[in-house]
Protein backbone atom coordinates (compact mmCIF):
# COMPACT_ATOMS: atom_id res chain seq x y z
CA UNK A 1 0.00 0.00 0.00
CA UNK A 2 2.62 2.57 0.82
CA UNK A 3 4.38 1.85 -2.11
CA UNK A 4 1.36 2.23 -4.44
CA UNK A 5 1.01 5.13 -2.97
CA UNK A 6 4.61 6.71 -3.18
CA UNK A 7 4.89 6.00 -6.83
CA UNK A 8 1.46 7.78 -7.30
CA UNK A 9 3.39 10.77 -5.25
CA UNK A 10 6.20 10.21 -7.84
CA UNK A 11 3.45 10.72 -10.90
CA UNK A 12 1.87 13.62 -9.42
CA UNK A 13 5.71 15.32 -8.93
CA UNK A 14 6.43 14.67 -12.31
CA UNK A 15 3.10 16.22 -13.87
CA UNK A 16 3.20 18.73 -11.44
CA UNK A 17 2.46 22.64 -12.22
CA UNK A 18 3.10 25.85 -10.91
CA UNK A 19 0.20 28.37 -11.76
CA UNK A 20 -0.35 26.95 -15.06
CA UNK A 21 3.14 25.89 -16.52
CA UNK A 22 3.43 22.10 -16.17
CA UNK A 23 6.63 20.05 -16.25
CA UNK A 24 7.51 18.90 -19.59
CA UNK A 25 6.12 21.76 -21.41
CA UNK A 26 7.94 23.59 -24.32
CA UNK A 27 8.01 27.35 -24.66
CA UNK A 28 8.65 28.37 -28.36
CA UNK A 29 11.05 32.15 -28.82
CA UNK A 30 12.28 33.16 -32.05
CA UNK A 31 14.37 29.35 -33.13
CA UNK A 32 14.97 28.23 -29.72
CA UNK A 33 12.68 25.50 -28.01
CA UNK A 34 12.78 25.59 -23.60
CA UNK A 35 11.30 22.24 -21.88
CA UNK A 36 9.79 23.40 -18.64
CA UNK A 37 10.51 21.56 -15.19
CA UNK A 38 8.52 22.06 -12.28
CA UNK A 39 10.80 21.51 -9.36
CA UNK A 40 9.77 20.09 -5.68
CA UNK A 41 9.59 24.17 -4.44
CA UNK A 42 7.79 25.07 -6.95
CA UNK A 43 9.93 26.52 -8.93
CA UNK A 44 10.28 26.16 -12.33
CA UNK A 45 13.57 25.13 -14.56
CA UNK A 46 13.86 25.97 -17.94
CA UNK A 47 16.75 24.53 -20.47
CA UNK A 48 17.28 24.72 -24.12
CA UNK A 49 19.88 23.68 -26.39
CA UNK A 50 21.60 26.85 -28.66
CA UNK A 51 24.46 25.61 -30.96
CA UNK A 52 25.31 22.63 -28.49
CA UNK A 53 25.50 24.80 -25.34
CA UNK A 54 22.98 25.12 -22.54
CA UNK A 55 20.77 27.64 -22.37
CA UNK A 56 18.89 27.52 -18.28
CA UNK A 57 17.07 29.76 -16.60
CA UNK A 58 14.77 29.73 -12.99
CA UNK A 59 11.10 30.88 -11.81
CA UNK A 60 10.25 31.19 -8.65
CA UNK A 61 6.41 32.77 -7.84
CA UNK A 62 6.18 35.21 -6.24
CA UNK A 63 3.71 34.93 -3.56
CA UNK A 64 1.84 38.39 -3.39
CA UNK A 65 0.92 38.22 -6.96
CA UNK A 66 -0.54 35.13 -8.56
CA UNK A 67 1.03 34.04 -12.28
CA UNK A 68 3.57 36.23 -11.43
CA UNK A 69 7.90 34.94 -10.78
CA UNK A 70 10.97 36.27 -10.40
CA UNK A 71 13.40 34.92 -13.35
CA UNK A 72 17.10 34.26 -11.47
CA UNK A 73 19.92 32.09 -12.83
CA UNK A 74 19.75 28.48 -12.71
CA UNK A 75 22.30 27.01 -10.20
CA UNK A 76 21.49 23.58 -10.67
CA UNK A 77 22.29 23.87 -14.59
CA UNK A 78 25.40 24.37 -16.57
CA UNK A 79 23.65 26.44 -18.87
CA UNK A 80 24.23 30.54 -18.55
CA UNK A 81 20.92 32.73 -18.35
CA UNK A 82 20.08 34.69 -21.61
CA UNK A 83 17.26 36.79 -19.84
CA UNK A 84 19.28 38.54 -17.33
CA UNK A 85 18.13 41.92 -17.92
CA UNK A 86 14.34 40.99 -17.18
CA UNK A 87 14.10 39.73 -14.14
CA UNK A 88 10.15 39.65 -13.83
CA UNK A 89 7.97 37.65 -15.36
CA UNK A 90 4.23 36.76 -16.46
CA UNK A 91 2.37 33.65 -16.68
CA UNK A 92 -0.87 34.68 -19.33
CA UNK A 93 -2.73 31.77 -20.49
CA UNK A 94 -6.13 33.40 -22.76
CA UNK A 95 -7.79 32.52 -25.75
CA UNK A 96 -5.65 29.54 -26.55
CA UNK A 97 -2.60 31.20 -25.54
CA UNK A 98 0.10 29.97 -23.02
CA UNK A 99 2.74 33.20 -23.17
CA UNK A 100 5.21 33.91 -20.25
CA UNK A 101 6.40 37.77 -20.37
CA UNK A 102 9.36 38.60 -19.68
CA UNK A 103 9.86 42.52 -18.26
CA UNK A 104 12.75 44.35 -16.97
CA UNK A 105 12.77 46.68 -13.46
CA UNK A 106 11.18 49.40 -15.72
CA UNK A 107 8.06 47.09 -16.22
CA UNK A 108 9.00 47.21 -20.72
CA UNK A 109 8.23 43.77 -22.13
CA UNK A 110 11.38 42.51 -23.41
CA UNK A 111 10.54 38.89 -24.68
CA UNK A 112 7.64 35.89 -24.78
CA UNK A 113 7.66 32.61 -25.07
CA UNK A 114 5.01 30.80 -26.39
CA UNK A 115 3.94 27.57 -25.21
CA UNK A 116 0.96 26.80 -27.44
CA UNK A 117 3.09 26.80 -31.22
CA UNK A 118 3.23 23.42 -33.03
CA UNK A 119 6.13 22.30 -34.91
CA UNK A 120 9.67 22.64 -34.16
CA UNK A 121 11.45 26.00 -33.40
CA UNK A 122 13.51 26.03 -36.36
CA UNK A 123 10.30 25.52 -38.87
CA UNK A 124 7.90 27.77 -36.40
CA UNK A 125 10.60 30.67 -36.84
CA UNK A 126 10.47 29.95 -40.78
CA UNK A 127 7.22 30.21 -40.99
CA UNK A 128 6.56 33.13 -39.20
CA UNK A 129 9.27 35.12 -40.89
CA UNK A 130 7.96 34.47 -44.29
CA UNK A 131 5.08 35.74 -43.06
CA UNK A 132 6.22 39.04 -42.45
CA UNK A 133 7.39 39.55 -45.80
CA UNK A 134 4.63 37.99 -48.35
CA UNK A 135 2.74 40.27 -50.48
CA UNK A 136 2.18 42.26 -53.72
CA UNK A 137 5.00 44.22 -54.48
CA UNK A 138 6.43 46.72 -57.52
CA UNK A 139 9.83 47.03 -59.04
CA UNK A 140 11.09 50.32 -59.90
CA UNK A 141 10.42 49.43 -63.50
CA UNK A 142 6.95 48.81 -63.34
CA UNK A 143 7.48 44.64 -62.70
CA UNK A 144 4.51 42.76 -60.47
CA UNK A 145 6.42 40.78 -57.65
CA UNK A 146 4.51 38.41 -55.49
CA UNK A 147 6.09 37.05 -52.36
CA UNK A 148 3.92 33.57 -51.48
CA UNK A 149 5.10 31.17 -49.08
CA UNK A 150 7.94 29.33 -50.93
CA UNK A 151 7.75 30.44 -54.05
CA UNK A 152 8.03 34.37 -56.05
CA UNK A 153 6.17 35.29 -59.18
CA UNK A 154 7.60 37.54 -61.14
CA UNK A 155 4.94 38.68 -63.59
CA UNK A 156 3.99 35.38 -63.99
CA UNK A 157 7.15 33.48 -63.35
CA UNK A 158 7.09 31.10 -60.28
CA UNK A 159 10.49 31.24 -58.74
CA UNK A 160 10.56 28.39 -56.14
CA UNK A 161 12.97 29.43 -52.74
CA UNK A 162 14.38 27.40 -49.87
CA UNK A 163 15.29 29.38 -46.40
CA UNK A 164 18.85 29.43 -45.95
CA UNK A 165 19.35 29.10 -41.70
CA UNK A 166 22.41 29.07 -40.03
CA UNK A 167 22.99 26.66 -36.78
CA UNK A 168 18.93 26.94 -36.85
CA UNK A 169 18.73 30.61 -37.25
CA UNK A 170 16.27 32.01 -39.70
CA UNK A 171 19.18 34.42 -41.63
CA UNK A 172 16.81 36.30 -44.03
CA UNK A 173 18.83 35.01 -47.02
CA UNK A 174 16.96 33.03 -49.64
CA UNK A 175 18.20 30.89 -52.05
CA UNK A 176 15.80 31.45 -55.45
CA UNK A 177 16.00 28.73 -58.17
CA UNK A 178 14.35 28.26 -61.83
CA UNK A 179 13.94 32.08 -62.03
CA UNK A 180 15.54 34.53 -64.94
CA UNK A 181 14.66 38.13 -63.54
CA UNK A 182 15.31 36.69 -59.48
CA UNK A 183 17.83 33.74 -58.85
CA UNK A 184 20.40 32.77 -56.65
CA UNK A 185 20.75 33.89 -52.76
CA UNK A 186 19.02 36.67 -51.78
CA UNK A 187 18.94 38.42 -48.79
CA UNK A 188 15.58 40.26 -47.87
CA UNK A 189 15.32 43.34 -45.75
CA UNK A 190 11.95 44.89 -44.79
CA UNK A 191 11.63 48.73 -44.71
CA UNK A 192 8.73 50.92 -44.48
CA UNK A 193 7.98 50.96 -48.22
CA UNK A 194 8.58 47.42 -48.42
CA UNK A 195 11.23 44.66 -48.97
CA UNK A 196 14.84 45.30 -50.51
CA UNK A 197 16.61 42.14 -52.04
CA UNK A 198 20.14 42.37 -51.64
CA UNK A 199 22.02 39.83 -53.73
CA UNK A 200 24.53 38.03 -51.31
CA UNK A 201 27.27 35.09 -51.68
CA UNK A 202 27.79 32.83 -49.03
CA UNK A 203 31.75 31.54 -47.81
CA UNK A 204 32.51 27.78 -46.84
CA UNK A 205 31.39 28.89 -43.31
CA UNK A 206 27.78 29.75 -44.28
CA UNK A 207 28.01 33.32 -43.53
CA UNK A 208 26.61 35.64 -46.57
CA UNK A 209 28.06 38.78 -47.87
CA UNK A 210 26.23 41.56 -49.67
CA UNK A 211 27.75 41.45 -53.56
CA UNK A 212 26.33 45.07 -54.23
CA UNK A 213 23.16 44.36 -56.65
CA UNK A 214 19.76 44.74 -55.16
CA UNK A 215 16.58 45.08 -56.25
CA UNK A 216 13.92 47.53 -54.42
CA UNK A 217 10.49 45.95 -54.20
CA UNK A 218 7.05 48.79 -53.52
CA UNK A 219 4.44 47.42 -51.13
CA UNK A 220 1.03 47.55 -53.46
CA UNK A 221 -1.32 45.84 -51.57
CA UNK A 222 -4.65 47.15 -50.02
CA UNK A 223 -3.71 46.08 -46.71
CA UNK A 224 -1.66 47.23 -44.10
CA UNK A 225 2.42 47.41 -44.46
CA UNK A 226 2.74 45.66 -41.52
CA UNK A 227 -0.40 43.34 -41.09
CA UNK A 228 1.02 40.69 -39.63
CA UNK A 229 1.68 41.95 -36.45
CA UNK A 230 -2.32 42.49 -35.91
CA UNK A 231 -2.03 38.67 -35.36
CA UNK A 232 1.06 37.48 -35.09
CA UNK A 233 3.49 36.96 -32.31
CA UNK A 234 6.58 38.64 -32.74
CA UNK A 235 8.60 36.54 -30.35
CA UNK A 236 10.95 35.71 -33.67
CA UNK A 237 12.65 38.70 -33.04
CA UNK A 238 13.12 39.95 -36.72
CA UNK A 239 11.36 43.00 -36.29
CA UNK A 240 14.66 43.97 -34.22
CA UNK A 241 16.77 44.51 -37.48
CA UNK A 242 14.25 47.68 -38.80
CA UNK A 243 15.11 51.31 -37.47
CA UNK A 244 13.89 53.01 -35.41
CA UNK A 245 11.24 55.33 -37.61
CA UNK A 246 9.90 52.10 -39.08
CA UNK A 247 9.14 50.71 -35.83
CA UNK A 248 7.22 53.53 -34.92
CA UNK A 249 5.11 53.20 -37.99
CA UNK A 250 4.83 49.89 -37.34
CA UNK A 251 3.84 49.74 -33.67
CA UNK A 252 1.14 53.05 -34.73
CA UNK A 253 -0.05 50.39 -37.64
CA UNK A 254 -1.44 47.93 -34.99
CA UNK A 255 -3.64 50.79 -33.79
CA UNK A 256 -4.78 52.16 -37.01
CA UNK A 257 -6.49 49.05 -38.40
CA UNK A 258 -8.49 49.90 -35.67
CA UNK A 259 -9.25 53.16 -35.93
CA UNK A 260 -6.92 55.06 -33.54
CA UNK A 261 -7.54 58.81 -34.23
CA UNK A 262 -4.02 60.03 -34.32
CA UNK A 263 -2.92 63.10 -32.69
CA UNK A 264 0.41 63.53 -34.44
CA UNK A 265 0.85 65.51 -37.76
CA UNK A 266 2.68 62.77 -39.70
CA UNK A 267 0.47 59.85 -38.23
CA UNK A 268 -2.26 61.71 -39.28
CA UNK A 269 -0.81 62.19 -42.86
CA UNK A 270 0.77 58.81 -42.96
CA UNK A 271 -2.45 56.88 -42.28
CA UNK A 272 -4.82 59.23 -43.32
CA UNK A 273 -3.57 58.05 -47.11
CA UNK A 274 -3.88 54.65 -46.79
CA UNK A 275 -7.39 53.45 -47.87
CA UNK A 276 -7.51 50.50 -44.98
CA UNK A 277 -7.39 53.63 -42.51
CA UNK A 278 -11.15 55.15 -40.76
CA UNK A 279 -10.34 57.38 -38.14
CA UNK A 280 -13.08 56.21 -35.00
CA UNK A 281 -14.49 59.30 -33.24
CA UNK A 282 -12.73 58.81 -30.23
CA UNK A 283 -9.88 56.40 -28.52
CA UNK A 284 -12.32 55.90 -25.87
CA UNK A 285 -12.63 52.01 -26.06
CA UNK A 286 -9.53 51.23 -27.81
CA UNK A 287 -8.10 48.90 -25.28
CA UNK A 288 -10.75 46.73 -25.78
CA UNK A 289 -10.48 46.68 -29.55
CA UNK A 290 -6.83 45.33 -29.25
CA UNK A 291 -6.28 41.41 -28.90
CA UNK A 292 -3.40 39.99 -26.28
CA UNK A 293 -1.31 39.44 -29.41
CA UNK A 294 -1.46 43.35 -30.83
CA UNK A 295 -1.61 44.44 -27.18
CA UNK A 296 1.97 42.26 -26.54
CA UNK A 297 3.43 43.42 -29.92
CA UNK A 298 2.52 47.16 -29.06
CA UNK A 299 4.83 46.65 -25.81
CA UNK A 300 7.38 44.94 -27.53
CA UNK A 301 8.07 47.25 -30.40
CA UNK A 302 7.97 50.21 -28.10
CA UNK A 303 10.58 48.34 -25.80
CA UNK A 304 13.04 48.02 -29.09
CA UNK A 305 12.67 52.02 -29.60
CA UNK A 306 13.36 52.66 -26.30
CA UNK A 307 16.48 50.13 -26.79
CA UNK A 308 17.88 52.01 -30.01
CA UNK A 309 17.27 55.33 -27.99
CA UNK A 310 19.66 54.84 -25.82
CA UNK A 311 22.15 52.99 -28.30
CA UNK A 312 21.66 56.70 -30.03
CA UNK A 313 22.70 58.38 -26.84
CA UNK A 314 25.91 56.21 -26.01
Not at 34 to 61: C, H, Q, S
Not at 236 to 244: E, G, H, S, V, Y
Request: hydrophobic share 35%; with cysteine; charged share 25%.
Amino acid sequence: MKKGLLTLLAFVALTASAQGIKSGSRWNIGNLEYEAKVNVDKTITFTAMAEGEELAFRLTPNNSKKNEYILTEEQNADGFNPFSKTPRAKYIEQNGLKLICLYDLNGNLHDVLDGAFFGNSETVAKGKWVQQIMGQYVMDDGTQVNIEYDKINVDGELCPFEQVTFNGCVTRVINVKGGSRLKGMLEVVQTLEGVILYEVKQDEYGMTERTGHQNVLKWVNNEPRFGYANYLLLNDKQFRFMDKATLRIMRNAILAKHGYMFSSPDLVEYFGSKPWFTARPSNDDIDESLSLVEKLNIELIKAEETQKTLDEED
